[in-house]
Nanobody
Framework: QVRLVESGGGLVQAGGSLRLSCAASGSIFSINTMGWYRQVPGKQRELVSA???????NYADSVKGRFTISRDNAKNTVYLQMNSLKPEDTAVYYC????????????????WGQGTQVTVSS
C-alpha cells in the first residue's frame, strides 16, 4: 500500500507564494502520474496540475503562468510552487499519485493524501 503525506499549506496574503510538497511511501515499485487537486466546500475536486514520470506536465488554465509542478523521482516526491496567489486559490489541496506497489505481486494503486489547507487573504 502507498501513503501520501502533504506539507506546506498555510495562510498567505494575495500576491504571495507557497510551496506544497507531497511524499509517497510504501512498497512502491513505480509511480506514473503525480498531481495536485483542490476542493472548496460545495464544489467538485478539480485538477490543478499533474506531472508524469517522464516530466510531462499539465495545468488548469486558472493557474498557468503562476504555479509550477515538479517531482523528484528518487524521493517519490512532488512539489507545487504557487506564486502570485489569489483569494480564489483558497482551497484544500490534495496530492494524488498512481502506479504500482509490490505485495507479493505488482499491484496497481491510486492514492490520495489527506489534504492541506491553503488560504489566500485579500
Amino acid at each position: 500500500q502507498v501513503r501520501l503525506v502533504e506539507s506546506g499549506g498555510g495562510l498567505v496574503q494575495a500576491g504571495g507564494s507557497l510551496r506544497l510538497s507531497c511524499a509517497a511511501s510504501g512498497s512502491i515499485f513505480s509511480i506514473n502520474t503525480m498531481g495536485w487537486y483542490r476542493q472548496v466546500p460545495g464544489k467538485q475536486r478539480e485538477l490543478v496540475s499533474a506531472i508524469t514520470s517522464g516530466g510531462s506536465t499539465n495545468y488548469a488554465d486558472s493557474v498557468k503562468g503562476r504555479f509550477t509542478i515538479s517531482r523528484d523521482n528518487a524521493k517519490n516526491t512532488v512539489y507545487l510552487q504557487m506564486n502570485s496567489l489569489k483569494p480564489e486559490d483558497t482551497a484544500v489541496y490534495y496530492c494524488y499519485a498512481d502506479g504500482k506497489y509490490y505485495s507479493g505481486r505488482y499491484v496497481p494503486f491510486g492514492s490520495w493524501g489527506q489534504g492541506t489547507q491553503v488560504t489566500v487573504s485579500s
